[in-house]
């Protein structure tokens, strides 16, 4: 049950994670801030429904030395809906925000434009993994769905980490914006 709930947890805080960044994007509003509140309570509901369907029920065989297991697939189906329904929310606030902020006539150098950018990506790459993600628990066998768990994993993971690569891009940004604009003055 532990693995269950600590894979929950980093989904549901990637998820909040994903959604925050939106909402900075957008200028922290607060219609957005109450869809986040819905999507991660959908979310939520979810994470219990399948410990309790799914964790819980859990069994040991002594004869043949193995946990007995059965994923609940209504629960499965539905918290990949709600990663869906964050990354899709997400993508959303993040196209709203650009086109907001005059959409490509924004100042490409500039805070919002790179925000956005940065959400996009984050949005569209979730988005794209969690499409693909549904159809394989669907299709694949077990050993294939074990596979696209890792590497959901592992792309939350690029996801996350790339937020320290982008903040390098700002700065570096910054410094050469800061550079050009004092050497305009000298």
Not at 136 to 151: H, P
Request: hydrophobic residues 55%.
């Amino acid at each position: 049950m532990g693995q269950g709930l600590t894979f929950h947890m980093f989904v549901t805080v990637f998820d909040a994670y994903m959604l925050y960044k939106s909402n900075l994007a957008l200028g922290k509003s607060f219609m957005f801030t109450v869809v986040t509140c819905l999507c991660l309570v959908y979310r939520m509901g979810w994470v219990a429904a399948d410990i309790a369907l799914t964790f819980l029920p859990v069994s040991w065989d002594p004869a043949q030395q193995l946990c007995l297991f059965k994923q609940d697939p209504l629960a499965a189906l539905n918290y990949t809906i709600a990663d869906v329904l964050a990354d899709l929310v997400s993508s959303a606030a993040t196209m709203a925000a650009f086109s907001r902020q005059g959409g490509f006539e924004m100042d490409m150098y500039g805070l919002s434009f790179q925000l956005v950018k940065e959400a996009a990506l984050r949005s569209l790459v979730c988005l794209g993994m969690d499409v693909f993600f549904v159809v394989v628990v669907f299709r694949w066998s077990s050993a294939g769905q074990n596979v696209a768990y890792a590497v959901q994993n592992l792309i939350y993971l690029k996801v996350i980490n790339m937020e320290l690569w982008w903040k390098e891009v700002r700065e570096n940004q910054h410094l050469t914006l800061a550079k050009a604009s004092s050497e305009l003055y000298i």
